[in-house]
């Protein structure tokens, strides 16, 4: 009798349990029914500049120098994308998204910055405008920029981060960039010119090109043809150039320029060019003295004897001959169109011994 009683409350129990199992698992599958359709299913993403980042951006107004509210906003809603055909839109107000259905979606949603910062780096040349500037997004901006001097701007010379184009207006130094959409920084690269002289010789040699960067010197010969003396040079471009000892002599060259130099036409003259001074341990392999007609070339040749060097030359009128220091040790000291008597002074000096090797005897 008693084993009956226990079987009868085992099955009531058993049956107890299956029901309430039966009742759990329905309880279960509503839930997750429930929290599919609950428009808290929906996840978000979201970019600054197309930047993922891991919150979204807050409503924020930008502020002037001194500090105080400028009444723009510093971000920018700009789109939004979500999964599923899920629509909506952004309540700039509230600064919120309101979607348009309450369907499981992943939603991306777009801010910009309200503006950027433009920095230019001028090489060979100074920035005169605000540097860096603010500029609105999507708005154009200028800087103004003065070359150093002897500097110029050629092609290819201006790079902006990510590949941004700018472009170099040389009539206004100014420097335009169109439609900012990012913090960029510029480059921009001046060089120094180069120029060009041209040089023109009338009545006389030495027509030719010279060339060099802006500020150098020129120098080039110029000989007059027999019996023509008293160069004038006349140069375009406000250049100044001068003929010293028959050289062309522009001491800084500012612009291209073409310089004509015309000699005149005089009565020929007969001068006298001499060594009046010579050491004995120097000869001169030469005549001592010459007599040539006005505008002709005179050269010396010496050599010094076994342990002395010719060592200078100066003249009375003051004139610095060319000098040569020839193969076969010997000097040469030639003058360029004489137009006076010249009276020179030859100096030697021994030479320096050389030092002598020393030998190491120890044992």
Same mark, same amino acid.
Request: some cysteine; aromatic content about 8%.
């Given at each position: 009798?008693?084993?009956?009683?226990?079987?009868?409350?085992?099955?009531? /129990?058993?049956?107890?349990?299956?029901?309430?199992?039966?009742?759990?698992?329905?309880h279960?599958?509503?839930? #997750?029914?429930?929290?599919?359709?609950?428009?808290?299913?929906?996840?978000?993403?979201?970019? &600054?500049?197309? !930047?993922k980042?891991?919150?979204?951006?807050?409503?924020?107004? &930008?502020? *002037? +120098?001194?500090?105080?509210?400028?009444g723009?906003?510093?971000?920018?809603?700009?789109?939004?994308?979500?999964?599923?055909? #899920?629509?909506?839109?952004?309540?700039?107000?509230?600064?919120?998204?309101?979607?348009?259905?309450?369907?499981?979606?992943?939603?991306?949603?777009?801010?910009?910055?309200?503006?950027?910062?433009?920095?230019?780096?001028?090489?060979g040349?100074?920035?005169?405008? $605000?540097?860096? =500037? !603010?500029?609105?997004?999507?708005? *154009?901006?200028?800087?103004?920029?003065?070359?150093?001097?002897?500097?110029?701007?050629?092609?290819?010379e201006?790079t902006?981060?990510?590949?941004?184009?700018?472009?170099?207006?040389?009539?206004?130094?100014? &420097?335009?960039?169109?439609? %900012?959409?990012?913090?960029?920084?510029?480059t921009?690269?001046?060089?120094?010119?180069? /120029?060009?002289?041209?040089?023109? #010789?009338?009545?006389?040699?030495?027509?030719?090109?010279?060339?060099?960067?802006?500020?150098?010197?020129?120098?080039?010969? %110029? +000989?007059?043809? +027999?019996?023509y003396?008293?160069p004038?040079? $006349?140069?375009?471009?406000?250049?100044?150039?001068?003929?010293?000892?028959?050289?062309?002599?522009? *001491?800084? &060259? $500012?612009?291209?320029?073409?310089?004509?130099?015309?000699?005149?036409?005089?009565?020929?003259?007969?001068?006298? #060019?001499? /060594?009046?001074?010579?050491?004995?341990?120097?000869?001169?392999?030469?005549a001592?003295?010459? @007599?040539?007609? =006005?505008?002709?070339? %005179?050269?010396?040749? /010496?050599?010094?004897?076994?342990?002395?060097?010719?060592?200078?030359?100066?003249?009375?009128?003051? !004139?610095?001959?060319?000098?040569?220091?020839?193969?076969?040790?010997?000097?040469?000291?030639?003058?360029?169109?004489?137009?006076? *008597?010249?009276?020179?002074?030859? @100096? =030697?000096?021994?030479?320096?011994?050389?030092?002598? =090797?020393?030998?190491?005897?120890?044992?």
């Open positions: 009798m008693k084993n009956k009683i226990g079987i009868v409350v085992t099955s009531i /129990l058993f049956i107890a349990s299956s029901a309430a199992a039966t009742v759990g698992y329905v279960s599958k509503n839930n #997750v029914a429930n929290i599919s359709n609950n428009k808290n299913a929906i996840a978000y993403e979201y970019y &600054l500049d197309d !930047v980042v891991d919150s979204m951006p807050v409503k924020e107004e &930008l502020l *002037d +120098e001194e500090g105080n509210p400028t723009k906003n510093k971000y920018l809603f700009s789109r939004f994308s979500c999964t599923n055909n #899920v629509s909506g839109e952004f309540d700039d107000t509230n600064w919120k998204f309101n979607p348009g259905s309450e369907s499981e979606s992943v939603c991306s949603l777009y801010f910009v910055n309200s503006q950027y910062s433009v920095t230019v780096d001028a090489r040349g100074v920035v005169t405008t $605000t540097n860096p =500037s !603010v500029v609105a997004r999507g708005s *154009d901006i200028e800087f103004k920029i003065t070359p150093d001097e002897g500097y110029e701007y050629t092609d290819n201006v902006c981060s990510n590949n941004k184009t700018a472009t170099w207006d040389e009539s206004t130094n100014t &420097l335009s960039i169109n439609g %900012v959409t990012e913090n960029m920084a510029c921009i690269s001046f060089s120094i010119k180069e /120029l060009r002289v041209d040089i023109n #010789v009338k009545n006389g040699e030495g027509t030719t090109t010279e060339n060099t960067s802006y500020g150098g010197n020129i120098s080039a010969i %110029v +000989e007059p043809h +027999e019996g003396e008293k004038t040079v $006349t140069c375009t471009n406000n250049q100044e150039g001068k003929v010293e000892n028959n050289k062309l002599i522009i *001491d800084k &060259l $500012t612009d291209n320029t073409t310089c004509t130099v015309s000699f005149s036409k005089v009565t020929p003259k007969e001068y006298k #060019v001499a /060594l009046t001074d010579i050491p004995e341990e120097v000869s001169v392999l030469t001592k003295e010459f @007599t040539i007609t =006005s505008g002709g070339t %005179v050269t010396f040749t /010496l050599k010094a004897s076994d342990g002395y060097v010719v060592s200078g030359i100066s003249c009375t009128p003051q !004139v610095v001959p060319e000098t040569t220091n020839n193969a076969d040790g010997t000097v040469s000291y030639k003058f360029l169109s004489v137009t006076q *008597d010249i009276n020179c002074k030859i @100096t =030697s000096n021994a030479k320096s011994p050389e030092p002598s =090797s020393s030998t190491d005897t120890s044992e």
